[in-house]
T-cell receptor
Framework: GAVVSQHPSWVICKSGTSVKIECRSLDFQATTMFWYRQFPKQSLMLMATSNEGSKATYEQGVEKDKFLINHASLTLSTLTVTSAHPEDSSFYIC????????????FGSGTQLSVL | GQNIDQPTEMTATEGAIVQINCTYQTSGFNGLFWYQQHAGEAPTFLSYNVLDGLEEKGRFSSFLSRSKGYSYLLLKELQMKDSASYLCAVMDSNYQLIWGAGTKLIIKP
């Protein structure tokens, strides 16, 4: 199946700093990518939908100025957590859909963010 | 509102069979997914059902009844490596995925 690469796998940062997470579709073009966060023992929560060449669509309650999303090409979307705080510590996962088939949704390996 | 319900945790024995149920109430329906997620890892795709009935794929099978808003994932010949969380997700009329909280499956020798 298709591969979605996500980096870094884990990151530890100080409170107040910014962290960038990259999500790449390696062998297909993804016009749409999705960003999720997941707290321990909870389900995936969709944060935003990233569309190539246009602004991301954020879910209710997600601060767009805090979680900056850039989808500059058909294979790369980035999520930047700005001025991170300990409550932003979470598991962040991206996914990308290959083509128009709804079942072809592939996930990155996730990024564990710990803010001290 | 939209809702996906699945048991929080289940325990089964190696070599046995286990059925994980999922019930849903969503605005529209464009398919139901099952994913496996090991701790600290991203979900991996197991199955996609859009029509009623049973889909079999090796040791794993998934069943859907749209009229009942119900699905189950059946795991046969359980192996220790099957210990993971199993996530049920439904795609609604806007093609948004609505996720269940996941069922943690514990396999005992």
């Amino acid at each position: 199946g298709a591969v979605v690469s996500q980096h870094p796998s884990w990151v530890i940062c100080k409170s107040g700093t910014s962290v960038k997470i990259e999500c790449r579709s390696l062998d297909f073009q993804a016009t749409t990518m999705f960003w999720y966060r997941q707290f321990p023992k909870q389900s995936l929560m969709l944060m935003a939908t990233s569309n190539e060449g246009s602004k991301a669509t954020y879910e209710q309650g997600v601060e767009k100025d805090k979680f900056l999303i850039n989808h500059a090409s058909l294979t790369l979307s980035t999520l930047t957590v700005t001025s991170a705080h300990p409550e932003d510590s979470s598991f962040y996962i991206c996914s990308a859909r290959e083509g128009g088939e709804v079942e072809k949704l592939f996930f990155g390996s996730g990024t564990q963010l710990s803010v001290l | 509102g939209q809702n996906i319900d699945q048991p929080t945790e289940m325990t089964a024995t190696e070599g046995a069979i286990v059925q994980i149920n999922c019930t849903y109430q969503t605005s529209g329906f464009n398919g139901l997914f099952w994913y496996q997620q090991h701790a600290g890892e991203a979900p991996t795709f197991l199955s996609y059902n859009v029509l009623d009935g049973l889909e079999e794929k090796g040791r794993f099978s998934s069943f859907l009844s749209r009229s009942k808003g119900y699905s189950y994932l059946l795991l046969k010949e359980l192996q220790m490596k099957d210990s993971a969380s199993y996530l049920c997700a439904v795609m609604d009329s806007n093609y948004q995925l609505i996720w269940g909280a996941g069922t943690k499956l514990i396999i005992k020798p």
